[in-house]
């Protein structure tokens, strides 16, 4: 008895398991069988649905732009302008390469000018000053500029006496000085040219026993001449005697040393 109610409840959960098993694939092919019948739509609520829409549609696209033109004449909308263009960034006149190369030139170029200028004034090529003590040469009547005109051929001992009696001292150096040039030019040790240097002078003495004491005469000339400091009586007739003692050794000069 026991066994036969256990094999009934068996045979029913079988049962029901095939029914949830078997019953959604009825339903499907229930589905798929049944005939599909259009539904009713009511116009009316549709027509108050979609009223108010705008759809995309180029008939839309082309009634709107024509609204729009329509508007733009009659002045009654505004309508955007066209956007400026950008005009592209300028480009650099030179280029970064370009650039460096030029700043390297003008290094060098201010590197030579300054190498000409310190050359130029070691080789004597820069000309002194002028100095207003010329001017005091005027007015004591002595023209500097003429007698340096035609040195070879002046009479500079007249002048020479003539800046001494009138006690202009540094004047006198000055033309002690000419005298120097005048003695060496006329042995052909050097040839006066109005625009050059004392160094040069001095430069062209080179080889010869008079090149070191015309240096030191020639600088002992340029501290009276160019210094600010008068120079008195007692200090000229103690540097006469250096120019005097020189001028003899021109005169004296053998002229295996001529040029």
Same mark, same amino acid.
């Given at each position: 008895?026991?066994?036969?109610?256990?094999?009934?409840?068996?045979?029913?959960?079988?049962?029901?398991?095939?029914? +949830?098993?078997?019953?959604?694939? /009825?339903?499907?092919?229930?589905? !798929?069988? $049944?005939?599909?019948?259009?539904?009713? *739509?009511? @116009?009316?609520?549709?027509?108050?649905?979609?009223?108010?829409?705008?759809?995309?549609?180029?008939?839309?696209?082309?009634?709107?732009?024509?609204?729009?033109?329509?508007?733009?004449?009659?002045?009654?909308?505004?309508?955007?302008?066209?956007?400026?263009?950008?005009?592209?960034?300028?480009?650099?006149?030179?280029?970064?390469?370009?650039?460096?190369?030029?700043?390297?030139?003008?290094?060098?170029?201010?590197?030579? +000018?300054?190498?000409?200028?310190? /050359?130029?004034?070691?080789?004597? !090529?820069? $000309?002194?000053?002028?100095?207003?003590? *010329?001017? @005091?040469?005027?007015?004591?009547?002595?023209?500097?500029?003429?007698?340096?005109?035609?040195?070879?051929?002046?009479?500079?001992?007249?002048?020479?006496?003539?800046?001494?009696?009138?006690?202009?001292?540094?004047?006198?150096?000055?033309?002690?000085?000419?005298?120097?040039?005048?003695?060496?030019?006329?042995?052909?040790?050097?040839?006066?040219?109005?625009?050059?240097?004392?160094?040069?002078?001095?430069?062209?003495?080179?080889?010869?026993?008079?090149?070191?004491?015309?240096?030191?005469?020639?600088?002992?000339?340029?501290?009276?001449?160019?210094?600010?400091?008068?120079?008195?009586?007692?200090?000229?007739?103690?540097?006469?005697?250096?120019?005097?003692?020189?001028?003899?050794?021109?005169?004296?000069?053998?002229?295996?040393?001529?040029?």
């Amino acid at each position: 008895m026991r066994q036969q109610r256990h094999s009934i409840s068996i045979n029913i959960r079988a049962v029901l398991l095939a029914m +949830v098993l078997f019953s959604p694939c /009825l339903s499907a092919q229930t589905y !798929l069988e $049944r005939e599909v019948a259009p539904a009713e *739509i009511d @116009r009316e609520r549709w027509e108050s649905a979609k009223e108010g829409l705008s759809y995309p549609t180029p008939e839309n696209r082309q009634r709107r732009e024509a609204d729009e033109q329509s508007q733009s004449k009659k002045g009654g909308g505004e309508r955007e302008g066209p956007q400026p263009e950008l005009s592209p960034a300028p480009e650099p006149w030179v280029s970064g390469d370009t650039a460096a190369l030029l700043l390297r030139i003008f290094f060098w170029i201010i590197i030579a +000018v300054v190498i000409a200028v310190l /050359l130029r004034y070691l080789l004597g !090529l820069k $000309r002194p000053p002028k100095n207003t003590r *010329i001017e @005091r040469g005027l007015s004591s009547g002595i023209d500097l500029e003429a007698i340096e005109e035609d040195l070879p051929e002046a009479q500079l001992e007249d002048f020479l006496q003539q800046a001494i009696n009138n006690k202009q001292f540094s004047l006198a150096v000055r033309l002690y000085y000419l005298v120097l040039l005048q003695g060496l030019t006329n042995k052909k040790m050097v040839s006066w040219q109005k625009d050059k240097t004392n160094n040069q002078y001095v430069q062209e003495l080179g080889g010869t026993p008079l090149q070191q004491d015309f240096r030191s005469v020639t600088l002992l000339f340029e501290r009276v001449w160019y210094g600010d400091q008068a120079l008195d009586e007692a200090a000229f007739e103690r540097i006469t005697p250096r120019f005097q003692a020189f001028a003899q050794r021109i005169q004296d000069l053998k002229p295996d040393y001529a040029q």
